[in-house]
């Protein structure tokens, strides 16, 4: 039996306190994430039980109870707390998928700081706005990516503490850096957690804007309700479960998804910290039992060109609910996973600043192969046509998905950009940003983003943002960034560049500019083609006509161009 029982029943009886009183909260009360997460989780007997069984490309193994997982985070804690890290403090975490970072974030949580993780693979100047942006007061960081801190040190004035937590106590420290193990410092039975409430600010995660550069999403404590709840009605997340949400917590879903909701409900939860292949997934589902598999359409579609058969070479019979986040999720992927894991791969909405899935499907409601599905209970969604900025009389239609923005876990605001978050409202209606329809069952059909945002491989690149960095590059004069197909990643970053004088176009450039941007901002962000051009199409204000760009990478028709300078 699934935890939702009859999806249409939840919704016609749902309230949010149905996850409050599970969580034994009251308003007004005392709540913190980190403490849920640990704590209560032994409190209720499960001291002993397997929190996070962690594995990386070497076959290297560790586990940690969630008694682990309570006296390691109170460690985390302590040591920040000796630092002077007070409530509200932004603490990054910035490592790859190693144990220190789920237990770190538990840790920042019950000291009432702000957990701010950022994906490892960031390079500094990626790493400098966002730092800098959020005035962070301490990073957590292995020994192997604390250099790209130290580059950037000197304009991070708010920044006191680098805190390498995989020190070997024998490598000489640098500016700032305070040396920290896990399993190596004193066990702290005993941590007072500071006393959050509900709106208390809990993690701020990144995101791409459309313009300017990325903001903080802010989230608070109460966030957890929804959380909670969501993964036990759409993960289906049960006592008995071995779950692997495959992200990294670099993003939100690795967060909500990947620290406190599994934590939260108590249950086993494996991560494997190495990059994607085939075989190795499958093993890592087989060797642990898998039950519960959350992960994403472009893994779903690499996994797909790795074919049936080496499916046939593992025992996966462990798996009994799969459920997928980030892009469009193809019906071609629902009805091969239906094939060789036996069942379909459950497609789940939402974003940063939703903080949980907001549409979804559900165990036991009827799969539409391409849809999104539907509504969570307690959440009310609809189409806008938006001309009118109303929801359209009639389903069918494409327009943009806008929701009541009124649970738990919605962003409070974009970290001190109140007037970012207020654009976007309309009519009351939260707009997400994205275009999609709705049938005459409503069910959701995904139709495509409304701005020019870049979705690659489920993360998403802000055009902006390469064009920033791509500017301070020597050779470049001007660029404009666009997304083009790709069977995989579904969208990649390509880039048209125009050179300043003295520089002409080659192979060696192209390389170059490519590898420039990869270091300053992320391999993701790196734009996969560069194409030199004598100019771009410009607005005749001098702005730049990426809709243009945009089209002819898509083989769309190209609309509108009276405004076009160069036509
Ligand atoms: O465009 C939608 C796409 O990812 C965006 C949110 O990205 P982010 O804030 O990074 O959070 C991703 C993980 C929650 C959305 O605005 N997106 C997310 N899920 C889907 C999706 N597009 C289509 N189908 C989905 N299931």
New binding site residues.
């Given amino acids: 039996m699934s935890n939702i029982g009859s999806y249409d029943e939840r919704v016609r009886t749902f309230d949010w306190s149905l996850a409050e009183q599970e969580l034994e909260y009251t308003a007004g009360a005392g709540l913190n994430i980190g403490w849920y997460c640990s704590d209560r989780i032994c409190d209720k007997g499960g001291a002993d039980k397997l929190a996070l069984l962690w594995e990386n490309a070497q076959g290297e193994e560790k586990r940690y109870t969630y008694d682990d997982v309570r006296v390691y985070s109170n460690a985390v804690g302590a040591v920040l707390r000796r630092l002077g890290v007070e409530r509200g403090d932004r603490v990054c975490l910035f490592m790859d998928k190693v144990p220190e970072l789920y237990i770190g974030v538990v840790g920042i949580l019950k000291i009432g700081a702000i957990a701010q993780p950022l994906f490892s693979a960031f390079g500094d100047e990626s790493l400098l706005v966002r730092l800098s942006n959020a005035e962070t007061s301490a990073v957590l960081t292995q020994k192997k990516h604390a250099f790209k801190v130290r580059k950037i040190l000197d304009k991070l004035p708010h920044l006191k503490h680098i805190v390498i937590v995989d020190h070997d106590g024998k490598t000489p420290l640098k500016d700032r850096e305070v040396p920290f193990s896990l399993e190596g410092s004193k066990a702290v039975e005993n941590l007072e957690c500071f006393p959050t409430k509900a709106e208390s600010p809990s993690v701020l995660h990144y995101?791409s804007g459309t313009t300017g550069m990325p903001k903080g999403v802010q989230h608070v404590h109460y966030s957890l309700i929804s959380q909670f709840l969501t993964a036990k009605w759409v993960l289906d997340l049960q006592e008995s479960d071995i779950y692997w949400c495959t992200a990294d917590p670099g993003?939100?879903?690795g967060t909500s998804y990947g620290i406190i909701a599994p934590f939260s409900l108590g249950v086993t939860q494996c991560v494997l910290d190495a990059g994607f292949s085939t075989e190795a997934w499958y093993r890592f589902i087989e060797k642990n039992r898998i039950s519960m598999w959350y992960s994403a359409p472009t893994a779903i579609r690499s996994l797909m060109k790795g074919g049936d058969e080496i499916v046939k070479k593992f025992d996966l019979s462990s798996l009994r609910h799969l459920a997928s986040?980030?892009?469009?999720?193809n019906s071609e992927a629902v009805v091969w996973s239906e094939r060789v894991f036996g069942r379909p791969f459950l497609?789940?909405?939402?974003?940063?600043?939703t903080g949980c899935i907001v549409i979804s499907n559900y165990p036991g409601m009827e799969v539409r192969p391409g849809s999104?599905g539907k509504p969570f209970p307690g959440i009310t969604g609809t189409i806008l046509d938006p001309s009118r900025n109303e929801p359209y009389p009639a389903p069918g239609k494409i327009g943009l998905v806008a929701l009541k923005f009124d649970w738990p876990s919605r962003m409070r605001t974009y970290w001190r950009n109140e007037e970012a978050f207020q654009k976007k409202f309309r009519n009351n209606w939260y707009i997400?940003?994205?275009r999609a329809r709705v049938d005459q069952d409503g069910y959701y059909w995904?139709a495509g983003?409304d701005d020019d945002i870049i979705?690659t491989a489920?993360?998403?690149v802000s055009p902006f943002e390469v064009e920033s960095a791509l500017l301070e590059h020597p050779a470049v004069a001007e660029s404009a960034v666009v997304s083009k197909p790709d069977p995989l990643n579904l969208e990649v970053v390509k880039a048209y560049v125009t050179l300043k004088p003295g520089f002409a176009a080659s192979k060696d450039l192209d390389l170059e500019i490519m590898n420039f941007t990869r270091k300053r901002l992320s391999p993701l962000a790196m734009p996969q083609e560069i194409e030199f051009v004598d100019s771009l199409p410009k607005t005749r204000s001098g702005k730049i006509m990426r809709r243009l760009l945009h089209a002819k990478e898509w083989g769309e028709e190209i609309g509108d161009t009276s405004t076009l300078e160069n036509d």
């Fill in positions: 995101t993003w939100v879903t986040v980030g892009e469009p999720l497609d789940t909405y939402w974003q940063t600043e999104m997400t940003g994205d995904f983003r979705n489920g993360h998403l």
